[in-house]
């Protein structure tokens, strides 16, 4: 019964790498997250998507690239992987986009470039 | 834009005793305040939050209080036990455009929970 699952969980992978992390919700949830947290456990969103549409698109390379085959789900495809890209990667969900909608977060990916 | 200031950032206390943990925001316009807890190893949970309508709001030990005058908001752990002991985060909505809402984050506040 999970509800925000994310594989894989952990990846190892050298620099300049491309790799990808997927991201499913069965919650009937319409907005999907993604999150960085860094080695200071600080969390900053990357990117949010409505009913598969792109609506927040933070400050994040253009190397980080978001997909949402379905509202259920959403992945992210990072290219060239830099040793700064190394961090725990959390994917959310939330009823709508609104301003009064909890958040559910996944698991997390642990991302190490090497 | 929004910023979150969280303090914190370190709290030990004995078990059994109440922890408190602070937090303020610029964003006037904000009105929905949750409070999240990671465990070592997982994703952040939801334990409690708060709407800008109400000024406290309680579950069993964990209480949240918001004063929207002087933008902060506080959580309270009472009778603290060892499995309280986790990272504990605040937030606050933030306006982002096209009818959206982003989180944003306070810093963290490690609670450690000694027997």
């Known amino acids: 019964d999970t509800a925000v699952s994310q594989t894989p969980k952990y990846l190892v992978t050298q620099m300049g790498n491309d790799k990808s992390i997927k991201c499913e919700q069965n919650?009937?949830?319409?907005?999907m997250y993604w999150y960085k947290q860094d080695s200071k456990k600080f969390l900053k969103i990357m990117f949010s998507?409505?009913?598969?549409?792109?609506?927040i698109n933070e400050t994040v390379p253009n190397r980080f690239s978001p997909k949402s085959p379905d509202k259920a789900h959403l992945n992210l495809h990072i290219n060239s992987l830099e040793l700064g890209d190394s961090a725990v990667y959390f994917c959310?969900?939330?009823?709508?986009?609104?301003?009064?909608?909890?958040?559910?977060f996944g698991p997390g990916t642990r991302l190490t470039v090497l | 834009g929004e910023n979150v200031e969280q303090h914190p950032s370190t709290l030990s206390v004995q078990e059994g005793d109440s922890a408190v943990i602070k937090c303020t925001y610029s964003?006037?316009?904000?009105?929905?305040f949750p409070w999240y807890k990671q465990e070592l190893g997982k994703g952040p949970q939801l334990i409690i939050d708060?709407?800008?309508?109400?000024g406290e709001k309680k579950d069993q030990r964990i209480a949240v209080t918001l004063n929207k005058t002087a933008k902060h908001f506080s959580l309270h752990i009472t009778e603290t036990q060892p499995e309280d002991s986790a990272v504990y985060f605040c937030?606050?909505?933030?306006?982002?455009?096209?009818?959206?809402?982003?989180?944003?984050f306070g810093k963290g506040t490690k609670l450690s929970v000694i027997p």
């Open positions: 964003d006037s316009a904000s009105n929905y």
């Open positions: 998507y409505n009913n598969k549409e792109l609506i």
């Open positions: 919650l009937g949830h319409d907005t």
């Open positions: 708060i709407r800008s309508n109400v």
């Open positions: 937030a606050a909505t933030k306006y982002s455009g096209a009818g959206s809402y982003q989180l944003t």
């Open positions: 959310a969900s939330s009823l709508d986009r609104g301003r009064l909608d909890t958040q559910y």
